[in-house]
């Protein structure tokens, strides 16, 4: 018995060693490969907008800024679509709740490539067709440092829009499950007071679900970091600084699918880097996430 | 891998009673320009021709590089050549198959095939990102007899490296001295403008998907896609449009005798009928293959340079002219 014990102590425990070994071994294996890079650059890769296969001069920042900046773009447009579609999924009569709460699941059931042919044939005429004219021409938007009015449907507005709609699902779910935990009681006692649905929903729902909505926001800036075959398809795949939100970009995983076939020496090496970078940042945004939500928790009031 | 693969076919078909003979698979990767006739070929070759069986992926020029390079096919196809001290370095050996042509695509409302002409200048111009609306006065003046819309010009360009870029971004340096001092030619390069398509396809699907968009793509492509191409000024200063024709016109002109390692460049070739993005695709072989598989291979290259170049023909690629084939048979194949 005893010896059943021991053995699957150890069990588990190589279970659970082999992911931190695995997690460890990534960044070993990335940083080893792209030491011709760090080598050649030093850090100056990370700032160096510079990528030039001809003269085998190799930068990261414009990935990392179209990275960041579809990231950001997916967030802004998905967040409050969320926590309307959670808000009212939770609090609306069971059948429709279930029905319109499975729907937004099925959106996670799309493989990402058919988000990228649908950008590609549907999303992106009509982005050129109606609604960066409309931007441009009707909300004068062009007058904005970070619009413009030469527009072709490609870009990371496109991006971010189609990112927006594949990470919703996501940050979704996650804010219904905190929502449907706040007690029922204490939403009741806010009603009996004479507080309004909006005032209940401000006051007693986000305050209690604040952590639900951080970890949604967390869990889609983690899906949107490293998506790629969506934008792929859309980013326009342009190896420069990106002026505006209609220009073409690139991101980290987009860069990293277009030229890894092809690529050996510097470029190689480049797009190692560029792969240990994508994973330094995801790391980052997990370990930062996890720390945030520890060091608040006893403000709001929950056990830990 | 491939042992592995034979073997097991082995075993079945041993298995199935169908047949005793040792089945032969000849595996090839690399370019997408020539793709579609290689396509062709492997399929008809295989089905004549029992007991072999040639597989061609259209990964592109350079992976189709790498792959021969590490051993992990028997053959690659390159639009990129490679220098005769690069080949010997890597124990390749290198030969001509085909010579086919780049074209430009657009996508411009109330511009249909072959009507619009660009010259040097407004090529690079729009490459270079200096030229950014079709209404712009000098495409007019090359255009008088069409209407060009007030419509801003999104060029589209591979996102991956190629050796379709590897010919149009040669033609480029070649007419513009300013693409070559900033930009030069290579299978990627640093583009002034443009989106990025991935292969071929991904280039014709932009170009189709963008009101006024131009691009580049190998010819099958542009035909299959329906795209409306461009007429383009050679080095006599003629204009040519894009066909079997003007590509042969171009290949005709070029010295295979003197070309160490088969080693040949055919953009911007003299000729008042060549076109000028004309591109040679190469086959790669290894020089240390075991000789049974060395002698199916070229047992079905000699078959491509002859029953094949009809199939090549009526795909508009321009098969090697004869006295070339008989070139590589003495100094490749002996």
Known sequence: ?304 | MKNMLTGSTLALTAMLGMSATAQTTINGAGASFPAPVYQNWTYTYSQSKPGVTVNYQSVGSGAGINQIKAKTVDFAGSDNPLKLEDQEKNNLQQFPMLTGGVVVIVNVPGVKSNQLKLDNETMSGIYLGKITNWNDAKIKALNPGLKLPDLNISVVRRADSSGTSFIFTNYLSKISKEWADKVGFGSSVKWPVGIGGQKNPGVCNNVARIRGSIGYTEYTYAIEANLAMVQLQNKEGQFVTPDAKSFSAAAANADWSNAPGFYMVLTYQPGNNSWPITGVTYILIRKDTDAAMRKAMIDYFNWCFTAGATAALKMHYVPIPENVVKVVRDKVFK
């Open chain 1, 1 to 304: 018995m005893f010896k059943v014990d021991t053995a699957f102590k150890w069990l588990c425990l190589g279970c659970a060693g082999i992911i931190g070994v695995l997690m460890m071994g990534f960044f070993i294996q990335l940083f080893m490969s792209s030491m011709e890079i760090w080598n050649e650059f030093g850090l100056g890769f990370i700032v160096s907008s510079e990528w030039n296969p001809v003269t085998n001069k190799y930068g990261a920042l414009p990935s990392i800024i179209g990275t960041l900046s579809t990231t950001v773009i997916a967030l802004i447009i998905a967040l409050p679509l969320a926590f309307c579609a959670a808000l009212f999924i939770v609090d609306a009569r069971p059948q429709m709740g279930n029905i319109l709460g499975q729907a937004v699941d099925l959106l996670a059931a799309i493989p990402s490539v058919i988000y990228g042919m649908w950008g590609l044939f549907v999303l992106a005429p009509i982005m050129q067709d109606y609604i960066q004219p409309f931007m441009v021409d009707k909300l004068r938007m062009d007058k904005l440092p970070w619009v413009s009015d030469e527009f072709n449907g490609f870009g990371i507005l496109t991006a971010g829009l189609i990112l927006s709609i594949m990470i919703l699902p996501y940050i979704c779910a996650i804010m219904r499950d905190v929502f449907q935990m706040t007690p029922a009681m204490l939403k009741e006692s806010a009603y009996g007071a004479g507080c309004t649905r909006w005032e209940t929903t401000k006051d007693i729902v986000l305050k209690y679900g604040i952590r639900g909505i951080l970890g949604g926001v967390f869990v889609g800036l983690g899906r949107a970091l490293g998506e790629t075959m969506a934008v792929l398809f859309v980013i326009g795949n342009m190896m420069g600084m990106p002026d505006n939100i209609f220009s073409g970009a690139t991101t980290i995983s987009a860069t990293l699918a277009g030229n890894f076939p092809e690529a050996d020496g510097m470029q190689r090496s480049a797009l190692f880097a560029l792969g240990l970078i994508l994973l330094a940042m995801s790391f980052a945004i997990q370990v930062f996430a996890q720390y945030y939500l520890h060091a608040t928790s006893a403000k709001r009031g929950e056990a830990r």
